[in-house]
Nanobody
Framework: QVQFVESGGGLVQPGGSLRLSCAAS????????MNWYRQAPGKERELVARISPGGGVTTYGDSVKGRFTISRDNAKNTLYLQMNNLKPEDTATYYC?????????WGQGTQVTVSS
């Protein structure tokens, strides 16, 4: 079955960096677009970044452009999100996601807290 396991979250000061990872299994990872979403308490889940199957095309939410970088290693079935210059408003639970054969799959999420 399709599974995602996110890791790399934690507590970081404003201006700091974190790198999130998402280990995927149960499907042909290299054939699908992959996404990072986030959800803060009391807010709707929002798309942070998206990457094409080969990694050549990426898109970002306006709030993270220029600060976050999505990437993937298809040999390792792993998705990444490099987050730089973190702000308190980036505090949220971050999820990796893919739509596989018409069904959306989600990981359990990893918590990112940006605070001094």
């Amino acid at each position: 079955q399709v599974q995602f396991v996110e890791s790399g979250g934690g507590l970081v000061q404003p201006g700091g960096s974190l790198r999130l990872s998402c280990a995927a299994s149960g499907f042909t990872f290299s054939s699908y677009h992959m996404n990072w979403y986030r959800q803060a308490p009391g807010k709707e889940r929002e798309l942070v970044a998206r990457i094409s199957p080969g990694g050549g095309v990426t898109t970002y939410g306006d709030s993270v452009k220029g600060r976050f970088t999505i990437s993937r290693d298809n040999a390792k079935n792993t998705l990444y999100l490099q987050m730089n210059n973190l702000k308190p408003e980036d505090t949220a639970t971050y999820y990796c996601n893919a739509r596989v054969l018409g069904t959306d799959y989600w990981g359990q999420g990893t918590q990112v807290t940006v605070s001094s």
